[in-house]
């Protein structure tokens, strides 16, 4: 029975780990879905910098919004990873081709895969990393 505790102790851990990292990401995209639908005037100048319409930023906002949403409910967050991955691709993409720094969609895509991996006992199943 004693062997048991510190199982549970180490899964407590990685839960409330893996939910902390997992929050980065999503409060991020939250975030900067936020900010696509009040358009201060930052996000219009983003806009004009990546050569993109004005009139996407609505949409972009609520897709931003709506993935980071399903990726926070732990019954969806496997669905929510793979789109939130999908947007950060796209975010990647669109600094690489206006020659700006990639590092930050790359570094949250990474870091909701890492906070679900921690979080989801399925994942950790599903891929199991060997030390």
Known sequence: MQSAAPATAVSKKK??????????????LIFSGVMKLVMPPAVVQSFAHFGLPLSIATGLGILEISCALVYAIPRTSVLGAILVTGYLG????????????????VLLG??????????????????????
């Open 110 to 131: 990474v870091l909701a895969w890492v906070g679900l991996y921690l979080r989801d006992e399925r994942l950790r199943a599903l891929i199991p990393l060997r030390s």
């Open 15 to 28: 839960l409330w780990t893996g939910s902390i990292v997992s929050a980065i990401p999503a409060l991020m």
């Open 90 to 105: 796209g975010a990647t993409a669109a600094n690489v081709r206006v020659g700006d720094s990639f590092v930050v969609p």
